[in-house]
């Protein structure tokens, strides 16, 4: 700041100025000083977590490339207009795909340059369900029709599924496809407002083209949705055809770059072709063919996948919300116990460690969960090359719980880092609304989580009737079989330090499982007079104790896949020892963290007494302690860019203050000095001359 | 729907349509057959709560004239940039400002205008801060200059107190007032960025004057933060003054109609007058007056009683999330067994019932606290005339730790219910994402929670060692002394029923508070090697126990007002008997569900066995059950009008698909049919002709 002080205003104030900055910190500094405390070394790690250095280094070199795009700027992201989201992030989408294909990048670079830029657009389900249904559905004639067009953008395409009425009860739509063997043609309609169709990103706006799940009606017989290729707007105008209503649904509580629709038909007639035929197929004279029995699981295994890269999403947001808090409650301060003494590290604060570590564990775990359930993927859909689906109901099963698990904590995890930034983490230069409210969605989508979990307490209560039939189990609920059960058995703990065992960590939450597991069956079966049904109002009214088993059992799985990936990681030397040594730490952290969630259940099943479930508590806080000088180190082995995070609390040289200023300078509200309220509203209050010249 | 199709096409989708539309339901028809099921009169009710039927007509009244302004009408409300709704804001608020002066409407008017027409602006702070505080700490003189113009809005001021570096420990603010004898004038300087004030409300581009905290310096010695009126700046052209720099900080998660601030001075001169000196003063020759003794406590008294207004909206503000959710899921349907069948209602999902139910009863709950909280607040308030500030320790601990819980549980629950409204409920036109976003800063400005709930928990420890020491015990920690607790005492209960018992609730809940400050004292002690220490180290590193302890008895004292309230109108005949008995069952669904959150707590210490916990799950299961038919009942007993709540979804006559299809036909981006990214982004691929002449 150049002054206006007078040599003698200058003197005067000298003092007093000293006086009050007496105990001020840098911030830059206390991140350095946070980094030298570490035990490990950070970029080992990023290293392992990134899958090996090249990789990192891509992630500089695509962060260059997308900043130096005028649609890559994020300097003004959070100062668009609804309008200039949905423009900008459509002009940032097909910029993407266009440098993907212009240099032939690999889908993984793909996926690092959507992370990065993070502005989803129009096409994401032009890229994400138009052309990968036309692949998996399609006739051969008809992906040479249709994948031309879509790669190069000449016909952008989304998928319309959900209508006003209706979500998960697919059966249910209401938007007809009626052949009319006449004609060879099909007719779509929407019967009522409630079968308009509502959600399909991209769908107001922006696509020519959309895969319509319809109610199929050949020769007055209902055969169900089936999907068909239909043109809604005409390639020369970009106005949508005769009969076709179609818009955007309007602003929402984030991903307002996309432009989610509505769209209803009037006895709109499409070609025979319109259907996707690789399956079933309605014959020009009118006979339907029934797709081959295994279809069902086909889509099955599209839920899986699509529920795995959801699994695997959550670490990377919560990761980064994590390191936004941490970073920032390392170099914030508040309150000395002197005048004149440096102000506490917020982080060093009890609630706020024994906040953030403990989701830190999490998302780890996550990452961890994440790549382990791509892994799985990938040895299914190999298996199914081979027509082998074993492993499906036990994939489908395990990816809804943890799809659920995994996004709830996320969406949780994300609003309490923000809490934890005081005021300034309610600024959108923070990063943090911005997240929350474009990530929580992940929690209602692709199955909102109760629907999730329910799957998963289905395949829990099969496994457990088959367990008392006496068949053998095999798989995750293997627990559930009569013989691992020892309902005598009790907690070996006796001191805190004793439950960081994995072995104690697991015995206890495989106890919960089963007991929960346990508790939902006796409930359903009360409700269903003794019998165990899947649906109805028996099923409807036991959703409560349903939901809470398939949970304990998705978090069994979560720790025991973190505690098997760590260890495997150090017994292969992946990671060095003081690098293995904390992340165990981690892993500790994480199940005890889980286990003081479920102190409650622990003993009323009697598994636990009240001192030994007072001692998790000991144990988490002397965990904590022992991470926190690692605190920084570990949010930097995720090695997030600035550029990706956009926070100015989250900012790897910690100059945080500087950073919030640099943005409410730039925002449009201070275009004039004046304001755009002084002509229209504040004027003629002001000045009472003007007033009453009026 | 007017049809397109000709004879036969109609002819053939005719069955078809019939086909789909079999199990169809009217959601109007679903909310009309709920009201029915009401087992008392919503009407009684709401006229209790309103205390009073005049106050709903005169609501009704209020609706009318807010909705027939320019600024009233709510109709585009979601869709304004955020330099509309800057502007909007202010306007709605100058609105309502000049209609009250003009109709000399009671506070009660205004207040309920606020909420009715929920539109926060720029001068948030000029009628609740600044005003304010020329009325308690300004002199004679000072009210007599500043309250005219204040009122005619001639000036508009804030309150700067936070720094972008300092919030909670405001000993460490770093503007400085400096009193220049010679000049008999104050030199205002903000000697580093981190002084720089940010987040007053209205000071970005509305305030013209500013209630300043600054450090006051006279002859070189530090007073501490003291208050001064400083202009920022100039009346005639809006533009600021020399050596002032102001600004709007930038979009945040929600309240954007405010345009919160940030404010720097380079060595700005001050009159002397500028200092409000009712009680401390400077005097022309340099002289420092301090203020009274009692000074401190009127400062306390202005915490306790924004506290309690924030207790109050936090009611007010859970019950409209509340209102929306259940009203939607009333008439939501999702998934039938049988395809043909009406699907279900949503509500009637076990787990959205069990979510939605005890959410409710919270509600209910915190309206009855936030009415009791201003009664209390009103007799401290009545006695501190008499200079009597016996009840402010007590109110003050109660005041935070209620804030804290109170609005923790209104934000979390907001967003609870915004997911019980599935994919919808993602859009702003239900209303829930504008709730949520703009309410969650309730947990952080006026004391983050943590620090509120640590409050709470100094009371809590100085109370347990008073008792220690033998000293009576008054007031809400009565429990703690020495006489109440019987350590060896256990819980009575033996079937689900009796824990419907306000007896066995409070019991219960009592034993939870009093044994975490017992472990809360523990923890401190040890952390303070022996010593109860209330700062430094020791303190901070036990804020996870101090907190839980807080909240503990905080919700103790919520379920106790909530019993007593409902038993003192029941008795004194201001409640009908169905409806007395319909809020009992509230009253025990909201301390069985209290209970269920500390049911670990409840078997470590001993109290509860496993079987008496397992019983809390039934015995809310069996409420739930016994409340169901009286939901749509309860949420219209809180008499919210469309108008207020502004949602699609929580439209009280249950048209909620026609309520979405309409806001989203309106949205600007459907302004034009191909849409605002064609001409810049689409044109040129999906037309090659065209792309190839550029």
């Known amino acids: 700041m150049s002054s206006r002080a007078d040599p003698s205003t200058a003197q005067l104030l000298e003092a007093p100025c000293r006086t009050v900055m007496r105990g001020s910190t840098s911030p830059m500094e206390d991140a350095a000083a946070e980094r030298r405390k570490a035990t490990f070394d950070s970029e080992e790690l990023a290293a392992f977590l990134a ?90 004639e008809q992906q040479a029709k249709w994948m031309p067009l879509s790669n190069r953008l000449q016909v952008i395409g989304t998928y319309a599924q959900t209508e006003l009425g209706h979500g998960t009860f697919v059966r249910g739509l209401q938007t007809v496809a009626v052949y009319d063997e006449s004609a060879r043609q099909f007719v779509v309609h929407s019967p009522c407002l409630e079968s308009t169709k509502w959600w399909p990103g991209g769908l107001g706006k922006t696509a020519t083209h959309v895969v319509l799940m319809a109610r199929l009606f050949v020769k007055g017989r ?301 409930v359903l079966a009360r409700a269903g007079g003794g019998r165990l049904s899947f649906d109805g109002e028996a099923w409807n009214s036991s959703t409560v104790d349903l939901i809470r088993a398939a949970r304990a059992h998705a978090s069994l799985y979560l720790h025991q896949n973190f505690v098997d990936c760590v260890e495997a990681a150090a017994e292969q030397r992946e990671l060095g020892d003081t690098t293995a040594a904390v992340l165990r730490q981690l892993v500790q952290l994480h199940g005890v963290s889980l286990l003081m969630e479920v102190a409650g259940d622990l003993q009323e099943g009697g598994y636990c007494t009240g001192r030994q479930a007072g001692m998790l508590r000991e144990q988490q806080r002397a965990l904590v302690y022992a991470l926190r000088p690692n605190a920084l180190a570990l949010v930097d082995a995720f090695a997030y860019p600035d550029y990706q995070l956009n926070s100015a609390l989250g900012r790897k040289d910690g100059n945080v203050y500087q950073a919030l200023l640099d943005s409410a300078r730039i925002n449009p509200l201070n275009a004039t000095p004046e304001g755009p309220a002084y002509k229209p509203v504040l004027q003629a209050l002001l000045n009472p001359e003007v007033r009453s010249r009026m």
């Open 222 to 522: 209902d055969y169900g949705p089936h999907a068909f290729v239909v043109q809604i707007r005409d390639l020369d105008t970009h106005l949508p055809l005769p009969g076709v209503t179609v818009g955007d649904i309007g602003p929402k509580m984030g991903y307002n770059s996309v432009d989610n629709g509505f769209l209803s038909f009037d006895h709109v007639r499409v070609p025979r072709e319109a259907m996707l035929m690789r399956f079933a197929q309605v014959t020009e004279e009118g006979r339907y063919v029934p797709p081959p029995p295994d279809n069902q699981k086909a889509s099955y295994a599209t839920m899986v996948y699509v529920r795995a890269t959801i699994v695997r999403d959550s670490g990377d947001f919560l990761s980064r919300a994590v390191t936004i808090a941490t970073r920032y409650t390392a170099v914030r301060r508040q309150t000395a116990s002197k005048l004149g003494e440096p102000e506490v590290q917020v982080l060093d604060y009890d609630n706020v460690q024994q906040t953030l570590l403990p989701l830190m564990a999490r998302a780890y775990s996550f990452v961890f969960m994440g790549r382990s359930m791509m892994h799985m993927y990938n040895s299914f859909d190999a298996a199914r090359a081979r027509n082998d689906f074993v492993a499906l109901p036990e994939l489908h099963a395990l990816s809804s719980g943890l799809k659920a698990l995994c996004t709830d904590v996320t969406a949780a995890g994300i609003e309490t880092c923000r809490r934890q930034c005081g005021g300034h983490g309610y600024l959108l230069a923070s990063g943090l609304p911005t997240l929350f409210n474009s990530y929580v969605q992940n929690c209602t989508w692709e199955g909102d989580n109760s629907v999730m979990y329910l799957q998963t307490a289905r395949y829990l209560i099969k496994s457990a009737m088959a367990a008392q039939a006496g068949k053998p189990l095999t798989g995750s609920a293997q627990y559930l079989s009569a013989a691992s059960q020892q309902a005598g058995a009790r907690c070996g703990v006796s001191s805190p330090a004793d439950w960081c065992s994995p072995a104690h960590q697991l015995a206890a939450l495989t106890r919960v499982a089963a007991q929960l597991v346990a508790q939902a069956a006796q």
């Open 51 to 140: 899958e090996g250095k090249d990789n990192l280094l891509r992630r500089e070199e695509l962060v260059k490339l997308l900043s130096s795009q005028p649609w890559g700027d994020k300097t003004h992201r959070y100062f668009l207009t609804r309008e200039q989201e949905y423009v900008c992030g459509l002009e940032a989408m097909v910029g993407m795909w266009k440098i993907m294909r212009e240099q032939r990048m690999s889908m993984e670079d793909g996926i690092a340059m959507r992370s990065l830029a993070y502005f989803p657009g129009g096409l994401e389900l032009h890229i994400g369900m138009f052309i990968p249904t036309i692949l998996s559905q399609g006739t051969p």
